[in-house]
């Protein structure tokens, strides 16, 4: 990253406060080259979804918070099912941490209830309690 030379913001008529930046692709290709693709179709059903916060120490970190949720919630998910997990909270006080995600679910062979995603919520959010000493709010 840095500032282009004169003549050449000029020949590209570029702003005159311009930056670029200088990108190898090769590492990319060779990356993506050794991992097989596989479209996966979008479920035809709605997801659903549900926030869950957790609240611990204030001295746990958010990446292990998250990857022992991420794990968690893998472990119980239905079969055809697919899920995302993303941090959108976080609030911090003297003794604890409150860390909120979103946990969004949609199923390619049916509609999924709020009471499928509530017990897998809870089973997920029990090890992690468990294993942490974190709280669920």
């Known amino acids: 990253v840095g500032e282009l030379q004169a003549k050449t913001m000029k020949k590209l008529k570029l702003p005159s406060f311009c930056a670029g930046f200088e990108l190898s692709i090769v590492p990319l290709l060779q990356h993506s080259l050794g991992t097989p693709k596989r479209y996966v179709q979008l479920p035809k059903y709605p997801s659903i979804n549900q926030d869950i916060t957790l609240q611990v120490d204030s001295s746990m970190l958010f990446a292990t918070i998250s990857t022992s949720l991420q794990k968690a919630i893998a472990q119980h998910i239905p079969e055809k099912s697919i899920y995302s997990l993303i941090a959108i909270d976080s609030y911090k006080t003297d003794s604890h941490i409150n860390y909120t995600f979103r946990l969004s679910m949609s199923n390619h ?16 959010t029990s090890e992690v309690a468990k294993a942490y000493n974190a709280k669920r709010i």
Do not use: C, G, I, Y
């Open 109 to 124: 062979e049916r509609t999924m209830t709020t009471q499928e995603l509530t017990s897998l919520v809870e089973k997920a």
